[in-house]
């Protein structure tokens, strides 16, 4: 996957280092994990915080250089369990959650690194601030002392991708902000060339997953 993702970037005359890849171990057996870690893999992303916790609170320690961050939606009474789990939480779509996580945070010590998640085709049934909304939640989150690391997107099914990925770039260049999450196994290589630092990639990486599971409606 690293030598694609290598090969997309030479390609759009990036440097390969500017792109992470976020293994997507949601639903992986513990093989997978393991094979994973061993192969040198040390970003993971999650979409629910129990998985998260079964699947690496043994493992955290033993592992140095992990990064595990949430994708999945997160309701504001799991706000402190993600925090102590996760280091970067994609997935902050309202002022509700912001200020949980803030709240959280004043109780564990421990400041939030989030990204804001942008629902750029304004689904209905999809999570993420909608995009006219985006600049306000960031301003909100950044007062309440959550450091706002970038924007994070999952483009609607059935559409060209591109567009949506030019506009959360977009919204990210007017906030000042750096991390652009998004492209996951269909589209990355579109995402790569639209400017992504952080690719979420599952099927690609592990296979199929046995229990469907969409990203990240709800
Ligand atoms: C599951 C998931 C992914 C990975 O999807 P693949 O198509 O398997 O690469 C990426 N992002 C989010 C938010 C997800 O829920």
New binding site residues.
Partial sequence: MRGRIAAVCAAAGRDEASVTLTA?S?TQPAEALEAALAAGQRVF?E?RVQEGQAHWAGRRERTPGLELRL??PLQTNKAADALALFDVIETLDRVRLADALAAAAAKSGRTPRVLVQVNTGAEPQKAGVLPGEADALVARARDRGLIVEGLMC?PPAEEAAGPHFALLRRIARRNGLEALSMG???DYETAIRFGATHV?????LFGERNRP?R??SG
């Fill in positions: 997507v949601k992303g979409n994708i999945g999952i996951m196994s269909g979420r990639i599952g099927t690609a599971d990203p990240s």
